[in-house]
T-cell receptor
Framework: GIQVEQSPPDLILQEGANSTLRCNFS?????LQWFHQNPWGQLINLFY???GTKQNGRLSATTVATERYSLLYISSSQTTDSGVYFC??????????????FGGGTRLMVKP | DSGVTQTPKHLITATGQRVTLRCSPR?????VYWYQQSLDQGLQFLIQ???????AKGNILERFSAQQFPDLHSELNLSSLELGDSALYFC???????????FGQGTRLTVV
């Protein structure tokens, strides 16, 4: 099956710092989503970004589908950004539906 | 709030028992997915329904079953529970087969 690798696995930032999280995937995809899992376990949608670039406030994401990777940028980090960030993809040839395969996540801690 | 509602939020039960987890998708969404998040396996796709029909199966155990009802809500039944079934179970929904998926807050199952 498709492999999804995220890096770094762990990241500690000082409040106000910027960071880049990476997601590599092993096959062509028709869907890529970024999620933030907060300390209460909720999975919050950040971006639906099978290709191109999107921005939402301090967060932005870029997916280069031809090179099979996506990047999530966090600028001016805040303590509320702490949690685990997941990348999830659906195979291009999967006609059944949106079976997301998740990466292992990046655990982010933002210190005040 | 994603609009996907899961009940109950927490469930503690004994080994060998059977439980039912319930999910109400976002208004208008026809597709429902179930995922399991455990410490050792990460987030894994279990099963997908679209407009009442099963569309895809992932790593779902034979002791587990699910269905989607005519009003589009879904239930995941877990039977003959084992300690290793302790996990966070997520339901997600999407409008169509391969569109953005939105996750509920999860049901935390503890088997003792």
């Amino acid at each position: 099956g498709i492999q999804v690798e995220q890096s770094p696995p762990d990241l500690i930032l000082q409040e106000g710092a910027n960071s880049t999280l990476r997601c590599n995937f092993s096959d062509s995809v028709n869907n890529l989503q970024w999620f933030h899992q907060n300390p209460w376990g909720q999975l919050i949608n950040l971006f639906y970004i099978p290709s191109g670039t999107k921005q939402n406030g301090r967060l932005s994401a870029t997916t280069v589908a031809t090179e099979r990777y996506s990047l999530l940028y966090i600028s001016s980090s805040q303590t509320t950004d702490s949690g685990v960030y997941f990348c999830a993809v659906n195979l291009m040839n999967n006609n059944a539906g949106n079976m997301l395969t998740f990466g292992g996540g990046t655990r982010l801690m933002v210190k005040p | 709030d994603s609009g996907v509602t899961q009940t109950p939020k927490h469930l503690i039960t004994a080994t060998g028992q059977r439980v039912t987890l319930r999910c109400s998708p976002r208004s208008g969404d026809l597709s429902v997915y179930w995922y399991q998040q455990s410490l050792d396996q990460g987030l894994q796709f279990l099963i997908q329904y679209y407009n009442g029909e099963e569309r895809a199966k992932g790593n779902i155990l034979e002791r587990f079953s699910a269905q989607q009802f005519p009003d589009l809500h879904s239930e995941l039944n877990l039977s003959s529970l084992e300690l290793g079934d302790s996990a966070l179970y997520f339901c997600a929904s999407s409008v169509a087969l391969r569109t953005e998926a939105f996750f509920g807050q999860g049901t935390r199952l503890t088997v003792v």
